[in-house]
Nanobody
Framework: QGQLVESGGGLVQPGGSLTLSCTASGFALANYAVGWFRQAPGKEREGISCDSNLDSGTYYSDSVKGRFNILRDNDKNTVYLQMNSLGPEDTAVYYC?????????????????????????WGQGTQVTVSS
């Protein structure tokens, strides 16, 4: 049975950078689209970025566009989220999910709510705290 594991979270000062990893075991991440979500304290989880395994398609929400970058390394079975110019508003638990491109993009880039699709794989989350 496959699983996803996020890593790379931690405490960073405002204006700093972090790179999160989403590593798959038990299945080939190259066969799935990957989405990154985050949940800040007291807020609903939001989709912020996704990457299609079928083409070079990527998507970024307005809240992270121009600051975050999603990268895929199929040899390492990992998708990364490079985060730059971090601010206190980026403090959250960050999760990755893997599923078909339609399901991933329909929620993160499209009209569907997260509750409308049950993703095949979810990670356990990694905490990112931006504070001086």
């Amino acid at each position: 049975q496959g699983q996803l594991v996020e890593s790379g979270g931690g405490l960073v000062q405002p204006g700093g950078s972090l790179t999160l990893s989403c590593t798959a075991s038990g299945f080939a991440l190259a066969n799935y689209a990957v989405g990154w979500f985050r949940q800040a304290p007291g807020k609903e989880r939001e989709g912020i970025s996704c990457d299609s395994n079928l083409d070079s398609g990527t998507y970024y929400s307005d809240s992270v566009k121009g600051r975050f970058n999603i990268l895929r390394d199929n040899d390492k079975n990992t998708v990364y989220l490079q985060m730059n110019s971090l601010g206190p508003e980026d403090t959250a638990v960050y999760y990755c999910a893997a599923d078909t491109p339609i399901n991933i993009f329909a929620v993160i880039a499209g009209p569907l709510g997260e509750h409308e699709i049950e993703y095949k794989y979810w990670g356990q989350g990694t905490q990112v705290t931006v504070s001086s």
